[in-house]
C-alpha cells in the first residue's frame, strides 16, 4: 500500500522560506506526478506543482516566482520551498501522488500558519 | 486557466436520500475530471476519475457522469458516512484547478 509521509515547519514568520518534505512508501516511485497541494482555513483546494521522477516540473502560475519543487528519487522523497511567505500563505499543505490525470494518494497534511 | 464551478455551494439532505452535484468548466476538458470527498481534517479521497470511473474500494452508491464542460457527480442513496464536503477538479491542463467545493449536510 502506497503511503505519504510529510514534514517539515509549521509555525514560520513573514518574509521566511516554507520548507516541506515528503516520503514516499511501498509503490514505483517513478510513472508518476509528485503534487503539492494546500488549503486555507476554511477554504477549498490549491494547487501549488509537481514533479516527476525525472525531474520535469509543473507549477501554479500565481506561485511559480516564489516555489521550488525538487526530488530526490535515492530516498523516495521530493520537496516543496516556498520564499518570502506571508499570512496568505497560512495553509494545510498536502503532498500527494498524481497517477495520469488523477491525484489517487495524499499525505496526512501539513498546518503551516505564518505570522507577523 | 480553466476555472471549475460548482453547484450548489452547500447541499442538506438526508439519508436515504439522492442528491447530484454539478461542476462546469469553463471550457471544454474532454472527460479529464475527477471527484474528491474530504471529511473535516482529513485528506481528500479520489471517488470518480475521467469523469466516470469508480475508484477502487469506492461504494458504487457514487457516480459520475459528463463530457466536455458539463458534469455531474450523483450520490444515489445517502448513507451517514456521506455527509463532507466534494470537490471536482480538472487534470485536461496545467495549472490543475479545483471547484470551490459543495459541503454536504444533514438535513
Known amino acids: 500500500q502506497v503511503q505519504l509521509q510529510q514534514w517539515g515547519a509549521g509555525q514560520l514568520k513573514s518574509s521566511e522560506i516554507l520548507s516541506l518534505t515528503c516520503v514516499v512508501y511501498?509503490?514505483?516511485?517513478?510513472?508518476?506526478?509528485w503534487s503539492w497541494i494546500r488549503q486555507p482555513p476554511g477554504k477549498g483546494l490549491e494547487w501549488i506543482g509537481e514533479?516527476?521522477?525525472?525531474?520535469?516540473?509543473n507549477c501554479s502560475p500565481s506561485l511559480k516566482s516564489r516555489v521550488t519543487i525538487s526530488i530526490d528519487t535515492s530516498k523516495n522523497q521530493f520537496s516543496l520551498k516556498l520564499i518570502s511567505v506571508t499570512a496568505a500563505d497560512t495553509a494545510v499543505y498536502f503532498c500527494?501522488?498524481?497517477?495520469?490525470?488523477?491525484?489517487?494518494?495524499w499525505g496526512q497534511g501539513t498546518l503551516v500558519t505564518v505570522s507577523s | 486557466d480553466i476555472q471549475m464551478t460548482q453547484s450548489p455551494s452547500s447541499l442538506s439532505a438526508s439519508v436515504g436520500d439522492k442528491v447530484t452535484i454539478t461542476c462546469r468548466a469553463s471550457?471544454?476538458?474532454?472527460?479529464?475530471l475527477n471527484w474528491y470527498q474530504q471529511k473535516l481534517g482529513k485528506a481528500p479521497k479520489l471517488l470518480i476519475f475521467?469523469?466516470?470511473s469508480l475508484q477502487s474500494g469506492v461504494p458504487s452508491r457514487f457516480s459520475g457522469r459528463g463530457s466536455g464542460t458539463d458534469f455531474t457527480l450523483t450520490i444515489s442513496s445517502l448513507q451517514p458516512e456521506d455527509f463532507a464536503t466534494y470537490y471536482c477538479?480538472?487534470?485536461?491542463?496545467?495549472?490543475?484547478?479545483f471547484g470551490q467545493g459543495t459541503r454536504l449536510e444533514i438535513k
Open positions: 514533479i516527476n521522477h525525472s525531474g520535469s516540473t
Open positions: 511501498g509503490g514505483s516511485f517513478s510513472g508518476y506526478y
Open positions: 471550457q471544454s476538458i474532454s472527460s479529464y
Open positions: 475521467a469523469a466516470s
Open positions: 477538479q480538472q487534470s485536461s491542463s496545467i495549472p490543475i484547478t
Open positions: 500527494a501522488r498524481r497517477l495520469s490525470a488523477a491525484i489517487d494518494f
